[in-house]
């Protein structure tokens, strides 16, 4: 499977939380990504993790309710989002940048250029 799959989005009331799931193969040295867009609003992107030692990197405004994390054992990579409010709600999507990077690199996780493998999204709706 080329494509991450995403899967977890759902309709929730604000405050709650959802846990977002990412399945990408067995990437071992890359960098993945969540991004969501909003209906009429452009692409945004969320939080990217490396894989090679799950360093983790967020944009400003999604330091403190969103968490990226991997289960390398399942090939899958999380994104928490607690404390869900309206302006959440979106199409999450999952990337991959297919190169692999040595040990320390650094992640963007907001230019969505830099990954070359997406999925197909997960719609998170949160009502008010």
């Known amino acids: 499977q080329v494509s991450p799959v995403e899967s977890g989005g759902g309709s929730v009331q604000a405050g709650g939380s959802l846990r977002l799931s990412c399945e990408a193969s067995s990437y071992s040295r890359n960098c993945i990504g969540w991004f969501r867009q909003a209906p009429g609003k452009e692409r945004e992107g969320v939080a990217a993790?490396?894989?090679?030692?799950?360093?983790?990197f967020y944009v400003d405004s999604a330091k403190g309710r969103f968490t990226i994390s991997q289960d390398k054992a399942k090939n899958t990579v999380y994104l928490q989002i607690n404390n869900l409010k309206p302006e959440d709600t979106a199409m999450y999507f999952c990337?991959?940048?297919?190169?692999?990077?040595?040990?320390?690199?650094?992640?963007?996780?907001?230019?969505?250029?830099?990954?070359?493998?997406w999925g197909q999204g997960t719609q998170v709706t949160v009502s008010s």
């Open positions: 993790i490396f894989t090679g030692d799950g360093s983790t």
């Open positions: 990337a991959v940048d297919r190169a692999m990077y040595a040990v320390g690199t650094t992640c963007s996780p907001s230019r969505a250029l830099e990954y070359n493998a």
